[in-house]
């Protein structure tokens, strides 16, 4: 996990770990294979939150140079790596098969 996390952001995601790994252990007890999906889900959910972080200091639409050196405003690309991880989050909880809507009091979670 990066440093630079916040203390709260640090005690949601150990309260996520611990609710990801009593659920996995009460479906498949002693099930290393699981615990390391849950492992993976968790450091989707940290790159999504360095991504949050990022559009919150830089904004939506960032200035980059085109091939001949002039500023051009384009879309944030942390906008589209979000969407990836949580489509990859999204296919964790199901080969765990763990419903989403099961998780829904996890705000960020998903």
Do not use: F
Request: glycine fraction near 4%; include cysteine.
């Amino acid at each position: 996990m990066a440093n630079n996390v916040s203390t709260s952001q640090k005690a949601k995601r150990e309260e996520l770990r611990r609710e990801l790994v009593r659920i996995v252990g009460a479906r498949w007890p002693g099930s290393a294979t699981h615990i390391d999906l849950v492992d993976d889900y968790l450091a989707l959910w940290d790159d999504k939150c360095t991504l949050r972080k990022d559009i919150r200091r830089r904004g939506r639409k960032v200035t980059k140079l085109d091939s001949r050196g002039q500023k051009q405003l384009v879309n944030n690309d942390s906008i589209d790596q979000i969407i990836k991880i949580n489509a990859q989050m999204l296919s964790l909880l199901k080969a765990m098969d763990l419903d989403p809507a099961y998780m829904q009091g996890e705000d960020d979670a998903l």
